[in-house]
């Protein structure tokens, strides 16, 4: 048995999240689509090129979520998971964590996403264990922070290591699949370094490593 380590956004579904849910909440009317849509839009854009500070980008997109309870955020987390997620996950996705259940290998998902959404999206995968950006709470509501290292980056080495040893695991016959530049770090750590659907910066360096390119649909 190894683990099967996953990045979520633009790997296991066709999107972000966090841009979808920054979308969803302009449906409900918690912030004003017209500043904060275009707002996410632009940090998104600095995410995409690897120049941006993560912890800019989730003070502003939890700013909404203040004095808001986990229960009241989770009561329509549900539902945009059902509607706007379960439309968009890749089919090449579901096989291969299918594929590593069956050989019994242990499923990890880690993402650079608000752990609220990623953990509503892994259990409609079917994957149990998570790591994410943690938020912060302040006399039971969230409040606008984030807590710990951020799962951005360096950081998924930081919080995966720490993961490892907690709970005796170690990275032998690792596979890691990811889209981005950003997770490079995490990439070159594991025996089996997969790039799904990757970004130039991300399959350039997949072609000159030799690593396999995969096209999921």
Same mark, same amino acid.
């Given at each position: 048995m190894a683990l099967a380590i996953f990045d979520l956004d633009e790997t296991l579904i066709h999107g972000d999240c966090a841009s979808l849910w920054a979308q969803r909440m302009a449906d409900l009317q918690w912030v004003d689509r017209d500043s904060f849509v275009p707002r996410e839009q632009e940090l998104m854009t600095l995410y995409s090129r690897g120049e941006l500070a993560?912890?800019?980008?989730?003070?502003?997109?939890?700013?909404?979520l203040v004095g808001r309870t986990p229960e009241e955020v989770e009561f329509v987390v549900g539902p945009y998971v059902e509607d706007v997620i379960e439309p968009i996950i890749f089919g090449d996705a579901m096989r291969c964590l299918a594929a590593h259940r069956a050989a019994g290998d242990r499923l990890l998902l880690i993402s650079a996403s608000a752990h609220f959404l990623v953990s509503a999206i892994a259990e409609r995968l079917g994957v149990d264990e998570v790591l994410a950006i943690d938020c912060e709470f302040q006399h039971g509501?969230? $409040?606008g922070k984030t807590s710990g290292v951020l799962t951005y980056r360096e950081g998924k080495v930081t919080r995966l290591e720490a993961w490892l040893a907690a709970e005796g695991e170690t990275l032998e016959g690792a596979h890691f699949y990811?889209? $981005?530049r950003n997770d490079l770090p995490?990439?070159?750590r594991v025996p089996h370094p997969h790039a799904v659907n990757p970004d130039p910066t991300l399959r350039a360096h997949a072609e000159q490593a030799g690593w396999e390119i995969l096209d999921w649909k």
């Open positions: 993560m912890e800019d980008y989730m003070t502003f997109t939890l700013a909404p509501c969230y $409040s990811s889209d $981005s995490l990439l070159q």
